[in-house]
Every structure is written in structure tokens, then in C-alpha cells.
């Protein structure tokens, strides 16, 4: 029996060894996709010195715009959502139970561990799909992924991780992979105008497209969800991939799809070690 | 006798044509479809489309089968240069990420 256990223990130490090993791998090979883009950024905004002023998105590099905002901002207009995705937040499900008991650290400051890849189920873990996921294991109906209380629930939890730095991994090849799907989406150029997310927030951000400068890419994820006055109400991240890619004609994906949370991974990694500061305002 | 002759050939004639050109627009119409199918499948469908054959199905059934043709035409071609795109897309995105 005792040799058992030393055998099982043994076995589990190679086996994590070796798992620990593949997700450096993975984690390295993406660490070097990181140095790249922010390579591209660092020469194309000189001005721009510390790469946590991406958080702020256009504002970063436009300071006509940035002035604005910041007034904006003293007085924020999804400074309400919050309160109401706080008060859904604790209003308990028709069992009893409530969203803390479906996170870690009953949901409080866990924005910037989101979104990860679940090894369980082999796919990128978004909040607003965790968020819907709590609410079907409990027995109530999912919400729309797009804005109203999705996106007030959204606000308030990361409005409790405000200044933690996002922090994704790629635990395994499934997870690269999903990565990789991310990648390739933000660089494929789609629609009747023929434009990829990298035409509009890589190669033109920083000079006018119509009214207004194209924010860069770097820091896209920190904001979200955003109360954008187009809008004028508060929507999420895939709200906003909808809009692009409707806006160069390109039918867009459902929210939640497999092909925006995979995007979100990436540009979240592309994002690693910044500065959550949602909700935001967006023009 | 022989002037209601002519007209009845007249009218089977015009009649045959508008048939033939009726039956050509649902080729086209029923290719677009096709195609934007494939598109849709590859993930890269235009907005564009899918109203493009509507607008020829419509303009069909209405019988106004010139304006139709031309829509269905649109459509096809749309449809032909999203999965240009697709196979493009596949083939270069890397060639868009940072060296």
C-alpha cells in the first residue's frame, strides 16, 4: 500500500511536471507574440511612454479627445449600471443562492482572471458566459449577451477589480489552439470593404477614418463594458465585435461564439499585465 | 385570319421568352444562394448578400425579370468574392501580424 502511494505520487509530481512544462510553452510562444505587438505600438506612438496608458484606449494617443473624456469621466455615466449590476448581484436566484456562490472569492475582484481557457470543458471562459452559465446551473433563464443587466452585472464585478492586472494563461495546446483561432481572426480581412480588426486598430489608429481615430488595439479588453455615446447605454466587448464587423459589412458572429470569446483571448494576452479599468466610456 | 395567325405566334413567342429569361433568373438566383451558403459556412458572409437576392426574388415574383437578373448577378458576384476572401484570408492573415 505505502508503495502504491509513493507510486501515485511520483506519477502525479512527472504529470505536473509535464503539464507545467507544455503551458510554459505555450505561455513562451505567446510572450513572443506580446514583444512583437508591443514592439509595433512602441514604434508607432513614441509619445505614448508607459504601456499601461493603452487602458485608456484612443485617449491614450488623441489628447484633444483625452480632455474630454476625462471630464467625462468625473462624472461617469454608467456610474448607475454599476449600482444596478450590484444590486443583481446580490439579489438571490429563486433557490436561494446568489452569484458569489458560483465564483471564486464570491465573485468580488475576479474581473482580470477572465476570460481563461477551461481545461474541463476545452473552451474560453468569457465573464458574461460564466455569468449566464451561474445562472442556468440555478435555475434561471440565460440573459442577452449584448448589454442591459448582462452588461450592468458585467460593470459592477469589474468595477471590484479596478487596477488588477490581467493575468491569462495558455494552460495546454487546446487553449493555443484557441488562441491561434483569436489570432487569425483579428488579422483576416472580411466584409465588402475588405478591412481586418488589424486595418482599422493597428495600421490606420492614429490617423482620422471619417470623424474619428480608430483606438489602438493594445488595451481593447481592459474597458469593458463600456457606455459608449453611440449608444447611449452601457454594452460588452461583443456588442462592440458585432458593430465592427458590421461596420465593414461583414455579417457578424452571435455573441459568445466560439470565434469572438477565441478573439477576446487573444486580444486579451495581447493585453496581459495591464490595468483592468472598466466600465468605461467610449465615443 | 392570317393577321390573328401572326398575333398568336407573336404572343406564344413573348411569352416562351419571358419563360426562358424567368427560368435563367432562378439559376442565378438559386447559384447566389448556393454560394452565399458556402460563405456563410467559411465565416466570411457579406451583409450585403443576403438582401441582394432578396431583392431578385422579389423583383422575380413581381416580374420585372431585367431588374431581378441584374440583383442576382450582384449577389453571385458577392458571393464569389467573399469566399475569394476566405480562401485570401486563410492563406495570408499572417502576413498582417507583426514580424
Same mark, same amino acid.
Given at each position: 500500500?505505502?508503495? &502504491?502511494?509513493? &507510486?501515485?505520487?511520483?506519477?502525479?509530481?512527472?504529470?505536473?511536471?509535464?503539464?507545467?512544462?507544455?503551458?510554459?510553452?505555450?505561455?513562451?510562444?505567446?510572450?513572443?507574440? #506580446?514583444?512583437?505587438?508591443?514592439?509595433?505600438?512602441?514604434?508607432?506612438? =513614441?509619445?505614448?511612454?508607459?504601456?499601461?496608458?493603452?487602458?485608456?484606449?484612443?485617449? @491614450? #494617443?488623441?489628447?484633444? @479627445?483625452?480632455?474630454?473624456?476625462?471630464? #467625462? $469621466?468625473?462624472?461617469?455615466?454608467? /456610474? &448607475?449600471? #454599476?449600482?444596478?449590476?450590484? /444590486?443583481?448581484?446580490?439579489? =438571490?436566484? @429563486?433557490?436561494g443562492k446568489t452569484y458569489a456562490s458560483c465564483f471564486k472569492n464570491g465573485g468580488i475582484n475576479i474581473r482580470h482572471n477572465y476570460p481563461h481557457f477551461d481545461t474541463k470543458?476545452?473552451?474560453?471562459?468569457?465573464?458574461?458566459l460564466a455569468i449566464n452559465n451561474c445562472r442556468t446551473s440555478n435555475g434561471e433563464k440565460p440573459l442577452g449577451?449584448?448589454?442591459?443587466?448582462i452588461a450592468a452585472l458585467s460593470a459592477y464585478m469589474a468595477s471590484t477589480s479596478r487596477?488588477?492586472?490581467?493575468? !491569462?494563461?495558455? =494552460?495546454?495546446?487546446?487553449a493555443y489552439k484557441a488562441y491561434l483561432d483569436g489570432k487569425k481572426f483579428f488579422y483576416s480581412k472580411r466584409g465588402q470593404l475588405n478591412l481586418a480588426c488589424s486595418d482599422c486598430h493597428m495600421a490606420i489608429t492614429g490617423s482620422k477614418l471619417r470623424a474619428d481615430i480608430p483606438g489602438?488595439?493594445?488595451?481593447?479588453?481592459?474597458?469593458?463594458?463600456v457606455y459608449r455615446s453611440k449608444w447611449g447605454e452601457l454594452g460588452t466587448l461583443h456588442r462592440r465585435y458585432g458593430g465592427?464587423?458590421?461596420? !465593414?459589412?461583414?455579417? =457578424?458572429?452571435? @455573441?459568445?461564439?466560439? $470565434?469572438?470569446?477565441?478573439?477576446?483571448?487573444?486580444?486579451?494576452?495581447?493585453?496581459?499585465d495591464m490595468d483592468i479599468n472598466g466600465p468605461s466610456v467610449r465615443k | 385570319m392570317k393577321l390573328i395567325k401572326?398575333?398568336?405566334? +407573336?404572343?406564344?413567342?413573348?411569352?416562351?421568352? %419571358?419563360?426562358?429569361?424567368?427560368?435563367? %433568373?432562378n439559376k442565378v438566383i438559386a447559384k447566389a444562394e448556393s454560394t452565399l451558403k458556402q460563405a456563410s459556412k467559411s465565416g466570411f458572409e457579406w451583409t450585403t448578400t443576403a438582401k441582394l437576392i432578396d431583392g431578385a426574388k422579389k423583383a422575380a415574383k413581381g416580374g420585372d425579370s431585367k431588374l431581378a437578373m441584374k440583383l +442576382? *448577378? *450582384? +449577389?453571385?458576384?458577392?458571393?464569389?468574392?467573399?469566399?475569394?476572401? +476566405? *480562401?485570401?484570408?486563410?492563406?495570408?492573415w499572417q502576413d498582417y501580424a507583426p514580424k
Open positions: 500500500m505505502k508503495r &502504491l502511494t509513493i &507510486l501515485c505520487a511520483a506519477l502525479t509530481t512527472v504529470f505536473t511536471a509535464v503539464a507545467n512544462a507544455s503551458s510554459d510553452k505555450y505561455d513562451k510562444k505567446v510572450a513572443q507574440d #506580446i514583444a512583437k505587438y508591443r514592439t509595433f505600438f512602441a514604434n508607432k506612438f =513614441p509619445n505614448v511612454k508607459n504601456f499601461g496608458e493603452y487602458k485608456d484606449g484612443v485617449y @491614450a #494617443i488623441d489628447a484633444k @479627445a483625452r480632455e474630454q473624456w476625462i471630464e #467625462i $469621466e468625473d462624472f461617469p455615466p454608467y /456610474e &448607475l449600471s #454599476i449600482d444596478e449590476g450590484k /444590486e443583481l448581484f446580490e439579489k =438571490p436566484f @429563486a433557490n470543458t476545452n473552451q474560453v471562459m468569457t465573464l458574461e449577451y449584448k448589454k442591459g443587466k487596477e488588477q492586472k490581467f493575468n !491569462v494563461k495558455v =494552460p495546454n495546446e487546446a489602438p488595439a493594445i488595451g481593447h479588453a481592459t474597458g469593458f463594458p465592427c464587423n458590421k461596420n !465593414v459589412r461583414a455579417k =457578424p458572429f452571435k @455573441a459568445q461564439s466560439a $470565434e469572438y470569446r477565441n478573439l477576446e483571448y487573444f486580444q486579451t494576452l495581447m493585453s496581459q | 401572326v398575333s398568336i405566334i +407573336a404572343l406564344v413567342l413573348s411569352l416562351s421568352n %419571358v419563360a426562358f429569361a424567368g427560368g435563367d %433568373v +442576382a *448577378k *450582384k +449577389a453571385l458576384k458577392e458571393g464569389e468574392n467573399s469566399l475569394i476572401q +476566405a *480562401k485570401y484570408s486563410e492563406m495570408h
